[in-house]
């Protein structure tokens, strides 16, 4: 079965600077996709951005960019220019490719992020 | 575009009972899954349903069942309800079932139980 760590419960940083989340993945499918996700405290979960496994290039959206290391299994997601509503739970998720194994989005447990104004 | 619902939005139950909670896809949209969210075990899935059928399922007892009628409009159903199937359930719609299809979720369900 496929398992998503993410190893930083809770990160803080300084508005209007560069924070790294982490999130690591254990699978031995070949095509799959990862996503963030954001929760705020309106429980309300927002994609953030995703990736293709089959993609070399790292996916952006604007402020946010992710560093894909498919050998290492390895997709950290990088938020620029931090704002504060930018404050709130983030989570890592691996869902299977067509004919793939793992049913639905596969989360790792979350980090909370403060935003520090 | 309306976003998907869910209702009803807090619920108050006593353990043995049963409950149903119900979703709203967006509208065109196909396919719908459902979460289960708990400080202990975090986000797990529970099923998906696409054009009425249960397309796959998570690692739950059977008290948990869903179905999904015509119009794509979801429900689920948790019978013998205990203490710990407190938590939040979050409903997600998509436009079809392959995974590069973005999953957009609604507001959740947050169910407790006495």
């Known amino acids: 079965a496929q398992t998503v760590t993410q190893s930083q419960p809770e990160m803080s940083v300084q508005e209007a600077e560069t924070v790294t989340l982490s999130c690591t993945y254990d699978?031995?499918?070949?095509?799959?996709?990862l996503f963030w996700y954001k929760q705020p405290p309106s429980r309300q979960m927002i994609l953030v951005i995703r990736q293709e496994a089959y993609k070399q290039q790292n996916a952006t959206e604007n402020r946010f960019s992710v560093n894909f290391q498919k050998a290492a299994k390895s997709f950290s997601l990088k938020i620029s220019d931090s704002q504060l509503g930018d404050a709130a739970m983030y989570f890592c998720a691996y869902r299977s490719g067509p004919g793939g194994g793992a049913d639905g989005l596969t989360f790792g447990k979350g980090t909370h992020l403060i935003i520090q104004p | 575009k309306a976003g998907v619902t869910q209702t009803p939005r807090y619920l108050i139950k006593t353990r043995g009972q049963q409950v149903t909670l119900s979703c709203s896809p967006i509208s065109g949209h196909r396919s719908v899954s459902w979460y289960q969210q708990t400080p202990g075990q975090g986000l797990q899935f529970l099923f998906e349903?696409?054009?009425?059928?249960?397309?796959n399922k998570g690692n739950f007892p059977g008290r948990f069942s869903g179905r999904q009628f015509s119009n794509s409009r979801s429900e689920m159903n948790v019978s013998t309800l205990e203490l710990g199937d407190s938590a939040l359930y979050l409903c997600?719609?998509?436009?079809?079932?392959?995974?590069?299809?973005?999953?957009?979720f609604g507001p959740g369900t947050r169910l407790t139980v006495t």
């Open positions: 349903y696409f054009s009425e059928t249960q397309r």
């Open positions: 997600a719609s998509s436009a079809q079932s392959a995974p590069i299809y973005e999953q957009y």
């Open positions: 699978t031995s499918e070949s095509d799959y996709y």
